[in-house]
């Protein structure tokens, strides 16, 4: 099972940029999908961008032009590279692999199961 750990968010004023890293012990994004999650205050955890070993990129429609998912299989770590960030972005972001235990949360067809512990980003107005 992969572990994943997250790092880069931070607090940002509208129309910033971050960019998030997940370093992976496990997997890189040639082996498996991997994903970027989050979670607003008071809703559930969403799906934001993956990325497949066949180098597809899925994004939700609120992020489209917005973010990109770029990995360094070199170096196990994915990004996640947000432009123009909005309040509405305001989130805990999580790294996602598949595998992991019975459950977890499919989007585009795949089920992440494997979670980093999260890494804050706020955006203020």
């Known amino acids: 099972q992969a572990n994943l750990l997250e790092s880069g968010g931070g607090s940002v004023q509208t129309g910033g940029s971050l960019r998030l890293s997940c370093i992976t012990s496990?997997?890189?994004?040639?082996?498996?999908?991997m994903a970027w999650f989050r979670q607003r205050p008071g809703k559930q955890r969403e799906g934001v961008a993956a990325l497949t070993p066949s180098t597809r990129t899925y994004y939700a429609d609120s992020v489209k032009g917005r973010f990109t998912i770029p990995e360094d299989a070199a170096k196990n770590t994915l990004y996640l590279q947000m432009n123009n960030l909005k309040p509405d972005d305001t989130a805990m972001y999580y790294c996602a692999a598949t595998g992991g235990p019975p459950g977890g949360i499919s989007w585009q067809g795949i089920r992440f199961g494997t979670w980093g512990q999260g890494t804050q980003v706020t955006v203020s107005s």
């Open positions: 496990a997997y890189t994004t040639t082996k498996a999908p």
